[in-house]
């Protein structure tokens, strides 16, 4: 039993070793650590460093109250006659201490409430929950200073209070971590071959909290600091002890002010920023190496989407009968750390008015790439590189941000993959389309745009009542309808359908590719169905664009395709798919995977995979060969190849 | 409980239980512990034993403290008679300003808060809202970086300390007033004038705590709206042919609102604690002072007043805020 558990732990070791890699990239981590260890030197040799004990009984002496820095007093005296540098010194021991230990307070309530709540769940876990909630509404200060009145000021008390008060963002972290650990597949199988709470608590749940917890550890104690030296400066400080929140509140209500004793008020108060940036930064970066969150973002101002260079056949003079739209050798690259990497390669086809076109391949295969290169939409970091995109006549990739905005939706038109998020949940379906329709043809009126969103909704089965609704409330195939009744919103002649009918049941996705095809011969569009099921293709399109590894591995019309495939991929694809004509044909996977970017092979991308495979394939990378009336590109079907 | 009434009965119904247990703890807190407020003001040497019985029957001290087991009239006790006498708006009398009720001290402090916390919360928002809308837009531009340095700087810095610097700025270079609400001893003609002079006074104050809350809004903007930028309807948005400034205003920003609004309840704690070292730095007749000076005077029905008040504020400031939330999202109603 052991040993599988042992092997499927080992991803948290593979992640660990990763964040501390990112971490020591993180150049505000370090200069975060370096200030607090800076302060943790001085605390430790205090005795050492400082020239005066703050803590000796002296007699005050008149004349030394609030003397400018001098040779003999660096930053020169407080309202009792004091070395303002030595009790500095001493007082990071304060600040150090209590943040400290009320973190470590903090850390144990917090992990332990965070841990029960979210791995036992149930009714103890709400109600743990409901308590942190309390605790997160009733003001920390407040309840602080209260506290801290009503038992007396010293610094264990301080300490019970600050950390006992701040435990609940920590709770609330290990909860939501443990929460997702405990859903985790090898958490599943582990407690399915039977291992018990305590085993599955210690190999799997403590090995992703803690580190977490560490990095919050790190910020829990810069809220501790400041926490402590607020009490102080508001007069509820230990009276025993030296920290930087009661050097300032004497130096405050003591005449500092007016005094112009700026030595006694200012070092303080940059001695606590000091503490507290070095813990932020520290505690920040940490948590930044162990839980990158660096998002998507669709608004992103990019340089430019298409490279000033790219290499492409100037277009030719447009002729009465050329497909709407002509991609030639479109090529797109993305930015990464070890350099660009290549995620369509030389990619050409042509979709001619009313007709349908599958653009089928793998997850990774480019497909979806090489359409949000056409519509210019690609990601920051992403670029087209070379080739060129034709509509109608018109190039696409030289069209500045104006003309895009108008040729989109007008010609030109998008449905998103899972039509869970691609309509806003704040705004009803209904005022969406009126958005879109309204914004290209600025002259219609709001009733007639109501009245057009309307026969949308009818047209794609919805009913026009139930465009005042909102996304959250139409089901998944309803959201599909809406989303294809946006796109048809300013009559476009083409429409891109990403993954259209992925998540959808089997029913609802024989209904969606139905109205697909019916509005292509309807309204005579092309569409473009974006695909990674070949039974979608078989159903609807007229001809298919096989993709592999970035580049076109086959195009034929379907009915050939799927009769008389030439391409070893797809042959194999279509081996891999269950074929109703031939119920008792054996389905087989494709061995292998596909390649990565960063590791494509330099000759045929499918040559590792293939069973065909000879010296040639890699070596060199296969143009695209006429076959069976379509192209594809294997070296196989070259006529000067003297190989079986 | 469905729909969206269901909803708002849920958080009011929430709302009253946390108030409950504040009020309990706030009872229990000055009765239990060490410090017993009532009893210590009763160890005055000078009092004589007559008079330590009367003012304990005054308090209510000869009662027992929660529940009356041996009269047999279960519910005669100091908390009962605590209750009784907060729902009738008396919160006991202050030790330190002599017969002075403590709902009037706390009324006036109040009133004085909000006159500071009102307008520097909305300020910081505002501009704590679009400098984050800005820096999530051009996330890692150079603005970003600056406006998440600045957020990190402001953070670090302890709020007392940049009331302190402030103070002793304008001061000097711009001859502000530093302390308290209004020039005492001072003759006002007309009501502008005491105006003028109220906000003289209240300038530095509230540049101090505008500063210190607007680099937690901007985190809390930049971050929400950096979610929403990822989400599929931006994307969809865009390929609509909307132009950024449009997808912004029409898409992101409401939506951006919900968790603002969400958060920015969440951080009322954060508010609080700002406006609590404010006032005891420029001396702003608000809670917060009240607050600071109970504890140096040790008058414990003020401190206690002033705490429940201000716990209760932020219970009904969240309680709206997730009102107001529920108003704005239509998918409340569903859950």
């Known amino acids: 039993m052991s040993v599988m558990i042992e092997a499927t732990t080992s991803p948290g070791v593979e992640t660990r070793r990763g964040a501390w890699r990112a971490f020591l990239r993180h150049r505000m981590g370090l200069i975060g650590a370096g200030m607090l260890i800076i ?37 020169g005296t407080d309202d009792g006659g004091k070395d303002v540098l030595s009790s500095l010194i001493y007082g990071a021991r304060v600040s150090l201490v209590v943040g400290f230990a009320a973190a470590v307070i903090a850390l144990l309530i917090g992990g332990l409430v965070g841990i029960v709540a979210g791995y036992r769940g149930g009714w103890i876990g709400s109600l743990l929950m409901r308590i942190t909630d309390f605790f997160l509404v009733i003001p920390d200060l407040a309840l602080q200073i209260v506290l801290v009145a009503v038992i007396g000021p010293s610094l264990g008390t301080i300490i019970l209070v600050i950390g006992v008060l701040g435990w609940t963002t920590t709770a609330r972290l290990v909860r939501s971590q443990t929460l997702t650990v405990r859903e985790r597949k090898y958490v599943m199988r582990a ?76 070092p303080p108060g940059l001695a606590i920023v000091w503490v507290v940036l070095g813990t932020t930064l520290l505690g920040t970066a940490l948590e930044e190496a162990l839980n ?117 939706w007008t010609r030109l ?127 609807v399109c007229d001809r298919v664009v096989v993709m592999y590894g970035g580049g076109v591995a086959e195009e034929n019309d379907a009915a050939t395709l799927f009769r008389d495939p030439q391409h070893p991929y797809t042959q194999q694809l279509l081996q891999s798919f269950p074929d109703l004509a031939h119920p008792d044909r054996a389905l087989r996977g494709i061995p292998g995977s596909p390649p990565r970017l960063d590791a494509m092979p330099a000759g045929c991308r499918f040559a590792p995979r293939c069973p065909h495979a000879f010296d040639r394939c890699a070596l060199e990378r296969p143009p695209g060969y006429a076959a069976a009336g379509g192209i594809a590109a294997c070296f196989l079907l070259d006529p000067d190849e003297d190989r079986p | 409980m469905s729909g969206r009434g269901g909803y708002f009965l849920r958080k009011v119904g929430w709302a009253l239980v946390t108030i409950l247990v504040v009020v309990s703890f706030n009872f229990l807190l000055f009765r239990v512990l060490p410090g017993d407020p009532a009893k210590s003001g009763l160890r005055d040497p000078r009092l004589n034993p007559a008079a330590v019985e009367a003012l304990r029957e005054r308090f209510g001290l000869d009662k027992p403290v929660i529940f009356d087991i041996e009269s047999g009239n279960l519910f005669d ?53 679009a400098l984050g809308l800005v820096a999530a837009w051009r996330r890692g531009r150079p603005l970003d970086a600056v406006a998440l340095t600045f957020s990190l700087f402001m953070w670090s810095l302890p709020t007392f300390f940049l009331g302190i610097i402030l103070l002793v700025a304008g001061a ?13 001893g001072a003759e006002f003609a007309t009501f502008w004038d005491v105006a003028w002079d109220v906000g003289r006074h209240l300038l530095l104050p509230t540049l101090t705590l505008t500063l210190v809350l607007i680099g937690e809004y901007m985190l809390i903007m930049r971050s929400s709206v950096l979610d929403i930028f990822g989400e599929d309807y931006i994307l969809t948005a865009r390929a609509t042919g909307l132009s950024t400034y449009r997808i912004i205003r029409h898409h992101a920003l409401r939506n951006a609102m919900l968790p603002m609004v969400t958060l920015i309840a969440l951080n009322l704690g954060f508010t609080v604690s700002g406006a609590i070292q404010v006032e005891a730095v420029y001396s702003w007749p608000g809670l917060g002072a009240l607050t600071v000076d109970a504890v140096g005077d040790r008058d414990y029905p003020v401190l206690q007043g002033a705490f429940l008040m201000i716990a209760v504020s932020v219970v009904v400031a969240n309680l709206i805020a997730e009102l107001i939330y529920g108003w704005l999202d239509p998918r409340v109603s569903e859950d």
């Open chain 2, 77 to 129: 006790s100091q908390f009962t008679a605590y209750l009784g006498a907060l729902s009738r708006g008396d919160l006991g009398t202050s030790y330190a300003f002599r017969d002075q009720p403590v709902s009037d001290l706390i009324g006036r402090a109040l009133v004085n808060t909000l006159w500071l916390v009102v307008p520097s919360q909305a300020l910081a928002i505002l501009l704590g809202a």
């Open chain 1, 39 to 75: 302060a943790v030197l001085l605390a430790l040799a205090a005795p050492l460093v400082a020239t005066y004990d703050p803590y000796a009984n002296v007699r005050v002496n008149i004349l030394d109250i609030y003397q400018a820095p001098s040779g003999e007093h660096l930053l």
């Open chain 1, 292 to 408: 990158p969150r660096l998002k998507r973002h669709h608004l992103e101002a990019h340089g430019t989407d298409v490279a000033a260079d790219r290499e492409f056949a100037p277009t030719p003079l447009p002729s009465p009968g050329d497909p709407i739209l002509q991609v030639r050798n479109l090529s797109i690259e993305f930015t990464s750390p070890t350099g660009p990497l290549r995620a369509v390669d030389n990619v050409s086809f042509d979709l001619r008015s009313g007709e349908t076109l599958g653009l089928v391949g793998e997850s990774g295969s480019g497909k979806t790439t090489t359409v949000l290169g056409i519509l210019r939409l690609l990601p920051p970091g992403g670029r087209v590189v070379g080739g060129s995109v034709t509509f109608d006549g018109e190039d696409l990739l030289g069209l500045n941000g104006h003309e895009l905005r108008a040729f989109r």
């Open chain 2, 172 to 184: 000097k270079w711009f001859g502000l007033p530093t302390a308290g609400r209004i020039t005492i």
């Open chain 1, 191 to 266: 407690r399915a071959i039977g291992a018990g709470d305590a085993h599955i608590l210690r190999r799997h749940i403590m090995p992703a909290v803690l580190p977490l917890m560490l990095a919050n550890m790190v910020l829990v104690i810069s809220l501790a600091i400041l926490s402590e030296s607020t009490l102080a400066f508001l007069g509820l400080g230990d009276p025993t002890v030296i920290s930087w929140g009661q050097m300032l509140n004497f130096a405050f209500s003591r005449g500092a002010v007016s005094a112009g004793a700026w030595w006694a008020l200012i």
């Open chain 1, 413 to 539: 038109s998008l449905v998103f993959q899972g039509a869970m998020n691609a309509m806003n949940p704040v705004r009803t379906i209904g005022d969406q389309i009126i958005e879109a329709i309204r914004l290209h043809a600025p002259g219609t009126t709001k009733d007639e745009a109501v009245a057009r969103a309307g026969e949308l909704l009818e047209r794609v089965g919805i009913g026009r009542r139930r465009a005042s609704e909102y996304p959250h409330t139409y089901s998944g195939g309803m959201r599909q309808r809406a989303m294809i009744a946006l796109a048809l919103a300013c009559d476009p002649d083409v429409i891109v359908a990403d993954e259209p009918t992925t998540a959808l049941d089997v029913m609802i996705q024989a209904q969606i590719l139905d109205l697909l095809g019916g509005i292509a011969r309807d309204y005579g569009m092309g569409i473009i169905l974006v695909t990674h099921d070949l039974g979608v293709v078989a159903q």
